[in-house]
């Protein structure tokens, strides 16, 4: 019998060998999108100025979801539910970050624009992360005994799965931001017997692109993002009841609240938050006296949809 600690260790490796490998090919021949080649398609420039790609996220997806179908300790819903999960929503956001537009912003921007008629990228987005994580949140399963129990429980798993995705792509504003989130919210979940299944592949995978991300060569996007966060709230789903909850208020909570605080300020301003946020990040550039700021990329604001949304990367006002 393979032990927990080899089991988690086994699925980080491969997910991290198969981001890598996925990443490679990816940036050696990236994929055209409409008539447009793939360097064009999947482009962006920072806010210094610098070309990223978005590669990046797409990598982040095939990796977790290749590592995590062959991941050992998984039982067969699990790997499915996680499947549709990441992949849900990493096709989802890669949707956003390939057709999105800025003009509206956060679930008040996106459902507004709803309610007036107009779909926008981001409300297609939103209804189809939830509609995959209710599915996943089915497919996983849930141990109570009673038809309305499990009922609840596909409700509220499949509520963590699309606020866990929504929250991660929040995060993905500065370079190796989301990925660190990440791993300081997997790390505990992957030390448990029921959410390490889940979570090491992802973790590995979200790992090995670290560099890539922090050396502002390529970024999560909306792709990679929101397919990490629906991977972590899937693993999250693996726990008791009670954890649940409470993880869907602090979901709940953190999503409300990024429509009117500024998250980086936040990171900030509190020291202890900014070290970890900086770590392993270029220093951000200062301008000279008199110099006229630079605009943000044709895409830069693609990341982010509440009171954070701005440029990529871009230093903190």
């Given amino acids: 019998m393979i032990r927990p600690t080899v089991r988690v260790l086994a699925g980080a490796a491969l997910g ?16 055209g999108l409409n008539g447009l080649p793939g360097e064009e398609a999947w482009g962006r420039t920072n806010h210094r100025g610098e070309p990223v790609t978005l590669l990046e996220g797409p990598a982040f997806v095939a990796g977790a979801a290749a590592a995590g179908l062959l991941a050992p300790g998984a039982g067969g819903r699990v790997r499915l539910a996680a499947l549709l999960a990441g992949a849900g929503a990493g096709v989802l956001g890669g949707y956003d970050d390939l057709a999105g537009s800025a003009g509206s912003r956060g679930f008040k921007g996106h459902l507004g624009a709803l309610a007036r008629g ?18 996943a949140a089915a497919i996983a ?7 309305a129990g499990r009922a609840f429980d596909t409700v ?8 866990s995705a929504n929250l991660m792509n929040l995060f993905d504003l500065r370079p190796g931001r989301a990925i660190k989130v990440g791993l300081i919210t997997g790390v505990p979940l992957a030390l448990t017997s029921s959410g390490s299944a889940v979570v090491a592949a992802p973790l590995g995978a979200a790992t090995a692109l670290l560099p890539e991300d922090l050396g502002e060569r ?11 966060g629906a991977l972590l709230g899937l693993a999250a789903t693996r726990l008791a009841r009670g954890p649940r909850l409470a993880v869907l208020a602090g979901l709940a909570g953190l999503n409300a609240a990024s429509e009117f605080v500024s998250f980086t300020k936040v990171i900030r301003e509190i020291p202890a938050l900014n070290w970890v946020d900086m770590l392993g990040r270029r220093p951000p550039e200062v301008p000279a006296a008199g110099a006229v700021p630079a605009q943000p990329g044709p895409v830069d604001a693609a990341a982010g949809t509440g009171a954070d949304a701005g440029p990529l990367g871009d230093p903190a006002p």
């Fill in 118 to 135: 107009e779909v926008t990228s981001g409300a297609v987005k939103i209804l189809g992360i939830g509609a995959t994580g209710l599915a």
């Fill in 16 to 31: 991290a060998v198969a981001a890598r490998s996925a990443y490679r090919a990816l940036v050696r021949r990236p994929p």
């Fill in 141 to 147: 399963g849930s141990p109570a005994p009673s038809r």
């Fill in 218 to 228: 390529a970024m999560l996007g909306d792709t990679g993002s929101n397919a990490l």
């Fill in 156 to 163: 509220l798993d499949g509520a963590i799965v699309a606020g």
